[in-house]
């Protein structure tokens, strides 16, 4: 593998635990990702159909995202991240099943809502922040980023070909499928882990009113709100100005996206080294001045293809670059202890975004048109980027996975001897795999007394 590539530098536990979850998101994903481009189209053969209650159905899983982000990481605070992964991917199987044994729009309706009650997001990515180094956190979540996107566009070429010979029920069933394979995945790949922190760092654990005014949270949650609203609202407008300005041919869209996201990572992935080895707040400044030179070709545009491919290349690298920063940086600066709710936070703020962003999208076509919906994205950025300025950078932790040669509670004693130490933060222990991994602050450490601690329990790898 490639030393430039974004999996290159995670340790070989933290990469199997990416990995699992990335498969999980994946298949989750594709299944709803099918829907896209052809539910519009299908949806109207449903009994009781309206254009309203199709847009219902398209529009219940967002919503229903976005009010149970918070429960879920609140809850897998307390309980733990794979139960409660486990627990949204029922719901998303039912749901599926459901809607694809429905022939009345209500039906499709209700199982789209039980979908969406599946709100994993949260927990899947607090579960990387609890499981993977900051040094290396920021690939991960790009690697997950990636997978998704390659299942969006995948899904947009096959979605038009499956349901011509599955149909809409067809559709809903494979998602079901996806749904049931996901479960299987994390049954067996995804470790039963909960993060355990020092008594130092659980000194003033914050409510999530507290969690709400955070101000290094509440920039993150403003940082994620804005990108998905301006990639909704792009992406609403885009495609009639493909085809009708450029004169690109539907059918051609989806090869146009795959050829722009394949080149926006990567030109992506030598940003997220030097964010990581150097300094975020650049980085993520010069993305989302990016993202203003993309929505600023895009207003501006004559209307040759080529320039609509170079404004799209551009798009697609800030992006995924952003995409894969944001969380990175919610792991970072979230109070021990803390981490599901603030992801539940961060993920509510990602599908408002959407929701919102799809409506500003539709106005703004209706209004003034694509220049004008694209104007005002990129003035949003704009305001974004200023917020950005003021970004501080934030600690960071260093993670070490040492092999233990015993487990269950002699392993689980030993960890709080290693908690008390100063310096370090938390620490899990992965039984599968027979390894603990410490986060601590190497300015607060004292590597004598950590060995001291190793005994016959525990060995630097």
Same mark, same amino acid.
């Given at each position: 593998?490639?030393?430039?590539?974004?999996?290159?530098?995670?340790?070989?536990?933290?990469?199997? !635990?990416?990995?699992?979850?990335?498969?999980?998101?994946? &298949?989750?994903?594709?299944?709803?990702? &099918?829907?896209? +481009?052809?539910?519009?189209?299908?949806?109207? *053969? &449903?009994?009781?159909?309206?254009? #309203? &209650? !199709?847009?219902?159905?398209?529009?219940?899983?967002?919503?229903?995202?976005?009010?149970?982000?918070?429960?879920?990481?609140?809850?897998?605070?307390? #309980? @733990?991240?794979? +139960?409660?992964?486990?627990?949204?991917?029922?719901?998303?199987?039912?749901?599926?099943?459901?809607?694809?044994?429905?022939?009345?729009?209500?039906?499709? !309706?209700? %199982?789209?809502?039980?979908?969406?009650? @599946?709100?994993?997001?949260?927990?899947?990515?607090?579960?990387?922040?609890?499981?993977?180094?900051? *040094? =290396? =956190? *920021?690939?991960?979540?790009?690697?997950?980023?990636?997978?998704?996107?390659?299942?969006?566009?995948?899904?947009?070429?096959?979605?038009?070909?499956?349901?011509?010979?599955?149909?809409?029920?067809?559709?809903?069933? *494979?998602?079901?499928?996806?749904?049931?394979?996901?479960?299987?995945?994390? $049954?067996?790949?995804?470790?039963?882990?909960?993060?355990?922190?020092?008594?130092?760092?659980?000194?003033?654990?914050?409510?999530?009113? =507290?969690?709400?005014?955070?101000?290094?949270?509440?920039?993150?949650?403003?940082?994620?709100?804005?990108?998905?609203?301006?990639?909704?609202?792009?992406?609403?407008?885009?495609? $009639?100005?493909?085809?009708?300005?450029?004169?690109?041919?539907?059918?051609?869209?989806?090869?146009?996206?795959?050829?722009?996201?394949?080149?926006?990572?990567?030109?992506?992935?030598?940003?997220?080294?030097?964010?990581? =080895?150097?300094?975020?707040?650049?980085?993520?400044?010069?993305?989302?001045?990016?993202?203003?030179?993309?929505?600023?070709?895009?207003?501006?545009?004559?209307?040759?293809?080529?320039?609509?491919?170079?404004?799209?290349?551009? #798009?697609?690298?800030?992006?995924?670059?952003?995409?894969?920063?944001?969380?990175?940086?919610?792991?970072?600066?979230?109070?021990?202890?803390?981490?599901?709710?603030?992801?539940?936070?961060?993920?509510?703020?990602?599908?408002?975004?959407?929701?919102?962003?799809?409506?500003?999208? %539709?106005?703004?076509?209706?209004?003034?048109? +694509?220049?004008?919906?694209?104007?005002?994205?990129?003035?949003?950025?704009?305001?974004?980027?200023?917020?950005?300025?003021?970004?501080?950078?934030?600690?960071?932790?260093?993670?070490?996975?040492?092999?233990?040669?015993?487990? %269950?509670?002699?392993?689980?004693?030993?960890?709080?001897?290693?908690?008390?130490?100063?310096?370090?933060?938390? %620490?899990?222990?992965?039984?599968?795999?027979? !390894?603990?991994?410490?986060?601590?602050? +190497?300015?607060?450490?004292?590597?004598?007394?950590?060995?001291?601690?190793?005994?016959?329990?525990?060995?630097?790898?």
């Amino acid at each position: 593998m490639s030393s430039t590539s974004p999996a290159a530098s995670l340790h070989k536990a933290e990469f199997r !635990i990416t990995a699992a979850l990335s498969s999980v998101f994946a &298949l989750r994903m594709f299944g709803l990702f &099918l829907l896209l +481009p052809v539910f519009t189209l299908y949806g109207d *053969t &449903l009994a009781g159909s309206t254009p #309203f &209650l !199709i847009g219902t159905a398209i529009g219940a899983y967002g919503l229903m995202q976005a009010l149970l982000q918070i429960p879920f990481g609140m809850l897998s605070d307390r #309980f @733990g991240r794979r +139960p409660l992964i486990l627990v949204g991917l029922v719901f998303f199987i039912a749901g599926g099943a459901v809607a694809a044994l429905s022939d009345h729009i209500y039906g499709v !309706i209700l %199982g789209r809502a039980l979908q969406g009650a @599946g709100a994993i997001a949260s927990v899947v990515m607090a579960l990387i922040s609890d499981s993977v180094s900051d *040094t =290396r =956190r *920021t690939r991960a979540m790009a690697l997950i980023g990636m997978s998704v996107g390659g299942t969006f566009v995948l899904a947009l070429i096959l979605g038009p070909l499956m349901a011509k010979s599955l149909g809409l029920s067809g559709l809903f069933w *494979t998602t079901t499928v996806m749904g049931v394979v996901a479960f299987g995945v994390t $049954l067996r790949w995804v470790p039963a882990v909960r993060a355990r922190h020092s008594r130092a760092a659980m000194r003033s654990p914050l409510s999530l009113r =507290r969690l709400l005014i955070h101000p290094d949270l509440s920039r993150l949650n403003m940082s994620i709100f804005s990108l998905h609203l301006v990639m909704t609202a792009t992406f609403v407008v885009l495609p $009639l100005v493909l085809k009708e300005t450029a004169g690109l041919a539907l059918p051609s869209h989806s090869m146009l996206y795959l050829g722009v996201m394949v080149g926006g990572v990567a030109l992506m992935v030598p940003l997220i080294i030097y964010a990581e =080895r150097r300094a975020v707040r650049p980085v993520m400044v010069a993305g989302i001045a990016l993202l203003i030179l993309a929505e600023v070709m895009l207003a501006a545009a004559p209307g040759q293809l080529w320039w609509y491919v170079v404004a799209l290349l551009a #798009f697609f690298t800030a992006f995924n670059l952003l995409e894969a920063l944001l969380p990175s940086l919610v792991g970072r600066a979230v109070p021990a202890g803390t981490r599901g709710a603030a992801m539940g936070v961060y993920s509510t703020s990602q599908f408002m975004g959407v929701f919102i962003g799809g409506q500003l999208g %539709g106005f703004m076509l209706g209004y003034s048109g +694509p220049r004008g919906a694209f104007w005002v994205c990129a003035g949003l950025l704009v305001i974004w980027a200023i917020v950005a300025c003021s970004f501080r950078e934030l600690r960071r932790l260093e993670s070490r996975v040492l092999v233990l040669t015993e487990t %269950g509670p002699v392993a689980d004693r030993w960890l709080e001897g290693v908690l008390a130490l100063e310096g370090v933060v938390e %620490g899990l222990i992965v039984a599968e795999d027979h !390894i603990a991994i410490i986060k601590l602050d +190497p300015a607060l450490m004292d590597e004598d007394r950590l060995k001291q601690t190793l005994g016959g329990v525990a060995r630097v790898e």
